[in-house]
C-alpha cells in the first residue's frame, strides 16, 4: 500500500505507539533492531528521537529529498548513534547527499531490473561503502545475483522456499533425529524411557530443560531434570518442543528467522485452535503450524519427512494436501506474514475469526516464540 506524506506519517505514528507502547518493540523483536519508516515530516519533527538507537533504524521513505533541513536533521540522528537506512533505493545524482550519510541501502529486487541493480551499486559502492540490503528476493537466481554484487542483508519469501534434493533425501533427513519424533508419537511410550532417550542427547536434554525453564512457562521453581520436565509439562507439551528442536538441530546453513518463523506459526495455530474450544487437539494444530515450514528448514519434501515422524493422520493430511480446517487456518498467517491483509480477513472470516483477533494472536505468537528462543 502507497502513503502519500500525510498519511505515511500517521501510519507510521500508529506503528510506533502499538509497537512501542502498547506492545513493546523488544518483544516482537526479540532484542534486535527494527527498522522504522520515517516520512520527511517525521524527521524534521524528531520524532526519531523519541526512541532508544539500540533498538531503531531510520529508515528513510523513497520520497524523502535531500533538502538542507533533513541532511541537518540526519546528521544530529547519526551523531545521536542512530543507523540511517534509505527505502526503496534507485539511484539518481540528487541523493548522493543521503547515500553519504546512510549506512543501509535497500534495493527491492522486483521494482529493478538487473542494470537499474548494478547501476545503482556501482554508483553507491563508489569511494565508499555501505550496507547493502537485497529486498522481496524470490528465487535462488536472485539470492546469487545479490551475492555476487556484495548485499549483506536479504529480505524475502524465498528463503521459506525449499530447494528439493531427493538423491541426498535420507542424508538431509538425518533418520535417527527425526525417529525421536516417530518414538514419542507413540501413545504407549512411558515417561522414564522417553527420559532415558532424550538424556543420551547432551544437545537435545540442554534446549529441552531452557526451554521449559523459560519465560514461556512462568514456573516458580526450576526444573532440574528430563524426567522431571515430563512430569511437569506432560507427554504432549514435551512432544511439541522436541519435534521444534530437532528441526532446529537439522537446518544445517538455513537461516534462524526459519526456526522462529515455523514457532510462530505453531504456536498461532494452537491459539486459533484453544480460542475454537479445540484445546485438546492444541498439539495438533501446533504441529501442522511448526511443520508448515518444514520443507524450507530440510530441503526435503513434505511427504518424506511425514514418513519418518509417524504423525497421526490429523497433521499430515494438511501439510501433504493442503485441505481441510487445519490448512485454511494456516492461510490466515501466511497471509498476515506478507502483510495480505484483505486475504488474511476473508479467510480468517470464513473460519470464523474476526481479523482483529487473528493479529492479536499473531502478536502473542511471536512474543511467546522469542521467549521460548532467547
Not at 166 to 191: G, H, M, R, W
Not at 333 to 338: G, K, L, T, V
Amino acid at each position: 500500500m502507497a502513503y502519500d506524506g500525510l498519511d505515511g506519517s500517521i501510519a507510521t505514528k500508529d506503528v510506533l505507539v502499538t509497537a512501542f507502547s502498547d506492545i513493546g518493540i523488544e518483544e516482537i523483536t526479540g532484542g534486535k533492531k527494527a527498522f522504522v519508516n520515517f516520512t520527511t515530516e517525521l524527521v524534521l519533527d524528531e520524532v526519531p528521537h523519541m526512541l532508544s538507537n539500540d533498538i531503531l533504524i531510520v529508515e528513510l521513505l523513497e520520497d524523502v529529498r535531500a533538502t538542507e533541513p533533513v541532511l541537518a536533521a540526519c546528521r544530529k540522528l547519526k551523531r545521536r548513534g542512530y543507523l540511517i537506512a534509505l527505502d526503496d533505493f534507485t539511484y539518481s545524482e540528487d541523493l548522493e547527499p543521503l547515500i553519504g550519510l546512510a549506512d543501509i541501502i535497500k534495493i527491492d529486487f522486483m521494482k529493478c531490473d538487473v542494470e537499474e541493480i548494478k547501476k545503482s551499486v556501482y554508483k553507491i559502492n563508489s569511494n565508499r561503502r555501505k550496507i547493502l540490503l537485497a529486498e522481496k528476493i524470490e528465487t535462488y537466481e536472485d539470492l546469487d545475483f545479490a551475492r555476487s554484487l556484495g548485499f549483506n542483508l536479504f529480505q524475502g519469501f524465498f528463503f521459506c522456499k525449499p530447494t528439493i534434493a531427493n538423491a541426498k533425501c535420507t542424508e538431509t533427513l538425518q533418520v535417527s533425529k527425526l525417529q525421536l519424533i516417530k518414538y514419542i508419537a507413540d501413545p504407549e511410550v512411558s515417561f522414564f524411557d522417553l527420559a532415558n532417550v532424550i538424556k543420551r542427547d547432551l544437545v537435545l536434554s540442554y534446549r529441552l530443560l531452557k526451554i521449559v525453564n523459560s519465560a514461556y512457562y512462568g514456573l516458580k521453581y526450576t526444573v532440574t531434570g528430563i524426567l522431571h520436565a515430563l512430569l511437569i509439562l506432560g507427554l504432549n507439551e514435551i512432544k511439541k518442543w522436541i519435534s521444534l528442536i530437532v528441526l532446529n538441530q537439522i537446518k544445517t546453513t538455513k537461516p534462524s528467522e526459519l526456526i522462529r518463523a515455523a514457532l510462530v506459526r505453531g504456536i498461532f495455530m494452537e491459539k486459533l485452535a484453544i480460542s475454537q474450544k479445540k484445546r485438546k487437539n492444541r498439539d495438533e494444530y501446533f504441529l501442522v503450524g511448526l511443520f508448515s515450514l518444514a520443507e524450507a528448514i530440510m530441503d526435503t519434501p513434505i511427504d518424506a519427512i511425514l514418513k519418518e515422524t509417524h504423525l497421526s493422520e490429523e497433521i499430515i493430511k494438511p501439510l501433504v494436501t493442503g485441505e481441510g480446517e487445519k490448512a485454511e487456518l494456516l492461510k490466515i498467517i501466511y497471509h498476515i506474514e506478507r502483510a495480505e491483509w484483505d486475504e488474511a480477513d476473508e479467510i480468517a472470516v470464513a473460519c470464523g475469526f474476526d481479523q482483529a483477533k487473528t493479529n492479536q494472536f499473531y502478536i502473542e505468537a511471536m512474543i511467546d516464540a522469542n521467549k521460548l528462543l532467547t
